[in-house]
C-alpha cells in the first residue's frame, strides 16, 4: 500500500474523535455528550438534509435526459420484455418499477465492470483489454446497506414505548443462531464484515487506493467506530441498558435527564453516532436521499412519442448559409467557389 495522506488523516480523525468523549465524559461532561451534542447534531441533520432536498427539487431539468440500455419503444411489431420495459421505461410506472431496482437491489451496481489491461506477457500480440465483473462490490454494498437498516430498526426499542410489533420480531430473526450469551445479532457481524471489505479494497487495489480522498475513507472508519463501539457495549463492556433507555426515550420526548452509571463507552458510541449526523447531509453519504432526484433514472423515456420542448427556448436570429453568400458573394465568386445565386449585373 502506498502513501495516501487522505487514509491517514481519516484515521486519526476518528481517533480524535473517539478520544473527546472519552476525556471529556471521564471529566464529568455527561450534559454536554449526553443531550446538547445529540440535540445539535440532529438539528444539523434535519436542516441540512432539508436543504439539501429543497435545493435538488428546484433544480430545473428541461429536458428528458435518462439513461438507458433496453429497447425503446417503437413500431408495435418490435417487441419488448420485462426487461426492457425496466431499463428503458416508457412511462412513470416503469420508471417507478426502475427506481425500484435501484433503490432495493442496487440494479446498476449489479451490471457494473471494471477494466484491466493485461500486459504483453500474457498476451504476446500487444495486451488485452479485459473486462470483469464487482459482483464482490455489488454483494458488499447490498450487505452493508441492509445490515446498517436492520440495526438502526432494531435501536427503535430505545426511542419507543410501546416497542413497535415488527422489531422484536427483527431481533429474533437477526438472533436466530443463539452462538453466544447475550444472543448475536447477524447484522452486526454483516454491518463488520462489509465495512472492512469496503475499506480494504480501497487499501489494496493500488489505483483505488491512490483516487481515494478523505471524503471516501472518513465515512467508513467513523462508521467502523461506530459498530466496534456498540459490540463492546453488547458483549464485553456491559452499560446499564435501562438507563440508556430512560436517556434516548428523554431525547425522543424531548424531557432529557441523563441518568447515573451509563458508562464512558456509550458517550463514545453517542458521538460517534452524533459526528456521523451531523456529517451526513454535507457528505456523499446524502446519496440514500439524492438517488430519488438523479434526472437520469427518475424519467421515463418516452422521447419518442412526446415532443418535449425547452420552457425557455427563444427565438434565436440564425446566420444561414445564404446570408453569408450575400454578405461575401464577390469574394466567393473571386476564390472560384460555386454559388447558389450569381452576382446580379
Known amino acids: 500500500m502506498g502513501f495516501n495522506l487522505a487514509f491517514y488523516f481519516s484515521l486519526f480523525a476518528v481517533i ?4 473527546v468523549p472519552l476525556v471529556g465524559a471521564g471529566a464529568g461532561l455527561h450534559v454536554i455528550f449526553g443531550i446538547v451534542i445529540p440535540y445539535l447534531a440532529g438539528f444539523t441533520f434535519l436542516a441540512g ?4 432536498i429543497v435545493k435538488w427539487a428546484r433544480t430545473p431539468v428541461p429536458y428528458r435526459i435518462p439513461t438507458t440500455c433496453g429497447q425503446n419503444k417503437s413500431l408495435p411489431w418490435i417487441k419488448r420484455s420485462l426487461r426492457d420495459k425496466l431499463e428503458n421505461p416508457e412511462n412513470t410506472i416503469y420508471a417507478i418499477g426502475r427506481m425500484a431496482l435501484e433503490v432495493l437491489l442496487f440494479r446498476s451496481l449489479f451490471r457494473n465492470l471494471r477494466t484491466e489491461l493485461r500486459p504483453w506477457r500474457e498476451y ?7 473486462f470483469w465483473s464487482t459482483k464482490w462490490l455489488w454483494l458488499g454494498a447490498i450487505a452493508f446497506h441492509y445490515s446498517f437498516l436492520t440495526v438502526l430498526s432494531r435501536h427503535l426499542k430505545f426511542f419507543t ?4 410489533f415488527f422489531v422484536p420480531l427483527l431481533e429474533s430473526a437477526d438472533s436466530f443462531l443463539q452462538i453466544y450469551m447475550p444472543a448475536v445479532y447477524m447484522s452486526g457481524i454483516a454491518l463488520l464484515a462489509a465495512l472492512i471489505y469496503l475499506l480494504g479494497r480501497r487499501i489494496v487495489d493500488p489505483k483505488l487506493h491512490y483516487i481515494s480522498l478523505a471524503s471516501d475513507y472518513f465515512p467508513l472508519f467513523l462508521i467502523l467506530g461506530i459498530g466496534i463501539s456498540g459490540v463492546l457495549m453488547r458483549y464485553f463492556l456491559k452499560v446499564d441498558i435501562v438507563a440508556v433507555k430512560e436517556l434516548a426515550m428523554g431525547l425522543a420526548t424531548f424531557h432529557p435527564k ?5 458508562g464512558v463507552i456509550f458517550y463514545i458510541h453517542l458521538f460517534l453516532v452524533s459526528t456521523l449526523l451531523a456529517y451526513f447531509p454535507f457528505s456523499k453519504l446524502v446519496h440514500m436521499a439524492g438517488v430519488f432526484f438523479s434526472m437520469t433514472r427518475n424519467m421515463a423515456s418516452n422521447n419518442r412519442a412526446i415532443r418535449h420542448v425547452n420552457p425557455w427556448e427563444y427565438p434565436v436570429k440564425v446566420f444561414s448559409y445564404m446570408d453569408q453568400e450575400d454578405m461575401y458573394r464577390k469574394q466567393m465568386k473571386t476564390a472560384g467557389i460555386p454559388l447558389e445565386r450569381d452576382i446580379e449585373e
Do not use: D, Q
Open 161 to 164: 414505548e410501546p416497542v413497535p
Open 49 to 52: 438534509l432539508i436543504y439539501r
Open 124 to 130: 504476446p500480440e500487444g495486451g488485452r483489454l479485459i
Open 16 to 19: 480524535a474523535l473517539v478520544l
Open 258 to 262: 441523563v441518568p447515573e452509571g451509563i
